[in-house]
Each structure stands twice: as structure tokens, then as C-alpha cells.
């Protein structure tokens, strides 16, 4: 909570690479928010855009269709490992992994819908 005792309120971006814009406000209380993204940091390879998320496994940058994840937890490091991870384990599986932690998502598929749990 702000000094004033209201939430934090933060912006939730819409993802485009071209531009910066909200497509919704979080408001915040007693909890940390944090997002991964694939249309921030990217590069071109052989003709193609790929992410700066690299699948340990796979040791490749991930492609699964994510353009966002959104987590709050109750500190902004767990919020940020969970982002993260859940960018490379794709919506489904963080879906579910997501729901047995407890966590409040926010998905943006690359095809623009939204899946929350928020």
C-alpha cells in the first residue's frame, strides 16, 4: 500500500514492439507483481525473430507462442523466477504449475487474447 493506505496501481502493457501501451492497471496489495516478455529483447536470425528466453533444456530460445506472462506473489524476486519460467514452460503447463503454487497470472498469448487467473 501507497503511504495514503490505496493500492499500487501498475500498468499492464500491451505487448507491441512498435509501441507502449496499457491494456490494463493491476492494483496492488500486500503483493509484488512482475512480467517477462518476448517482444522486448529479440533477435533476428537467418530471417527470423526469436526470443531472448532460452530453454534450458533445449538450450535454444523459446518459441511457444507466449508474448506475456504476468505472476504477483508475495515478493517481486519469486513474482520474476516464476515470469520467467513460465515463458519458457508455455500456458498449459505454467497454467497448471500456477494454480498449485497459488499464483495470480496474467498470459498474453502472441495472437493478442489474455487468459488471467487475477
Known amino acids: 500500500m501507497k503511504p495514503d493506505g490505496t493500492p499500487w496501481a ?3 502493457e500491451r505487448p507491441d514492439r512498435h509501441s507502449r501501451e496499457a491494456m490494463g492497471v493491476i492494483e496492488l496489495t500486500d503483493m509484488a ?3 517477462s516478455v518476448n ?3 529479440w533477435a533476428q536470425v537467418e530471417g527470423r525473430v526469436v526470443s531472448h528466453t532460452t530453454d534450458p533444456a533445449a ?3 523459446r ?3 507466449i508474448a ?3 505472476v504477483l ?3 517481486c524476486m519469486a513474482a520474476d523466477a516464476w515470469a520467467t519460467a ?3 514452460l508455455g500456458v498449459e503447463a505454467a497454467s497448471r504449475l500456477a494454480a498449485a503454487a497459488a499464483l495470480g497470472t496474467i498470459f498474453v498469448p502472441s495472437d493478442g487474447t489474455v487468459r488471467s487467473t487475477i
Request: proline share 4%; aromatic share 8%.
Open 86 to 88: 513460465f515463458m519458457v
Open 39 to 41: 517482444y522486448r529483447h
Open 59 to 61: 538450450r535454444q530460445p
Open 10 to 12: 501498475v500498468a499492464h
Open 73 to 75: 506473489a508475495a515478493t
Open 33 to 35: 507483481v512482475a512480467t
Open 68 to 70: 506475456s506472462v504476468s
Open 63 to 65: 518459441d511457444n507462442g
